[in-house]
């Protein structure tokens, strides 16, 4: 059973920069694709980045590419989101999923990953 924990959010100006931390547990990690999602309210969850099982590829959805770079930790088993010039529309919860097995940008779709943490809520405003 793989565990995700959150952390990083908060409120932030526009144009401003934040980092997201997923903490990850559990047996076999390196079997995992893990990535990080969002949902704004009344959106659906949208893929934002992920690497697939065993960080052979990384991939990024349309959602903040080129505004975000994501970088894992492997001794510490966390997964970071690095986000820049943030915008009111990039307000949502952010949430970091892994999924077992997942060798593809299937890691960007979340109906393919099978564990999720509980998010982070991210809110750009003035």
């Known amino acids: 059973q793989v565990q995700l924990v959150e952390s990083g959010g908060g409120l932030v100006q526009p144009g401003g920069s934040l980092r997201l931390s997923c903490a990850a547990s559990g047996p076999n990690l390196e079997y995992y694709a893990i990535g990080w999602f969002r949902q704004a309210p009344g959106k659906e969850r949208e893929a934002i980045s992920c690497f697939s099982t065993q960080g052979t590829s990384t991939y990024y959805a349309n959602a903040l590419k080129g505004r975000v770079t994501i970088s894992r930790d492997r001794s510490k088993n966390t997964v970071m989101l690095q986000m820049n010039n943030l915008k009111p529309e990039d307000t949502a919860v952010y949430y970091c999923?892994?999924?077992?097995?997942?060798?593809?940008?299937?890691?960007?779709?979340?109906?393919?990953?099978?564990?999720w943490g509980k998010g982070t809520l991210v809110t750009v405003s003035s």
């Open positions: 999923a892994a999924a077992y097995n997942v060798f593809s940008d299937y890691c960007l779709r979340p109906n393919y990953m099978g564990y």
